[in-house]
């Protein structure tokens, strides 16, 4: 099988799933390919066995380049077996780790036409010291209100790498 993993990663945490993903289908005699969502062509999906789209979230939202990409090449992911991944910091939550539970998710599948064959919900990664001084305040806030650390100098993984490993074995089994 040769996979596309397509992805949009703002500060690196997806792409590393994306990665985890990977090296688990490579391991199980797969041929992978990782592509940004932006650079990601209609000739890379032709060529692919299987996709699956990756997007983190910033602020309650995907990036528009996911949608854009989702939009026009619909077709060419429904043609083929199928998954959608979402990487967010509500995910941290065990029962907000569902699609129809996580309410970005929800929003996002609800404006687009394109109806993945599986989805999956990863915790984010929250990393205060990386971030500009808006980012930092503005998640710092955000956390504060939802309950989720606040310490400016903390980097926190909310990821279930054990979910991330299973959901990376359905990928592999096709």
């Not at 969502?37 to 309650?60: F, H, K």
């Not at 504060?144 to 490993?165: H, K, L, M």
Request: hydrophobic share 40%; aromatic share 10%.
């Amino acid at each position: 099988m040769r996979l596309l993993i397509v992805y949009s990663s703002i500060d690196g945490h997806t792409r590393e799933i994306c990665a985890c993903i990977a090296d688990i289908a490579r391991a199980a005699g797969h041929e992978v390919e990782l592509a940004e969502v932006e650079s990601t062509t209609a000739e890379q999906l032709q060529a692919c066995d299987r996709v699956v789209i990756g997007a983190s979230i910033r602020y309650g939202r995907h990036r528009p380049a996911v949608k854009a990409f989702i939009d026009r090449h619909q077709a060419e992911i429904e043609a083929r077996p199928n998954a959608f991944f979402s990487v967010n910091a509500v995910g941290r939550k065990p029962h907000k780790r569902q699609a129809d539970t996580n309410p970005y998710v929800r929003k996002f599948l609800g404006q687009i036409g394109w109806k993945p064959q599986q989805v999956e919900i990863f915790g984010g990664k929250i990393e205060y010291p990386r971030y500009g001084f808006f980012d930092r305040n503005m998640i710092r806030l955000i956390m504060w209100i939802t309950g989720g650390p606040t310490d400016p100098r903390s980097v926190t993984d909310f990821t279930d790498w054990a979910q991330v490993e299973a959901f990376a074995r359905r990928i592999a089994a096709g």
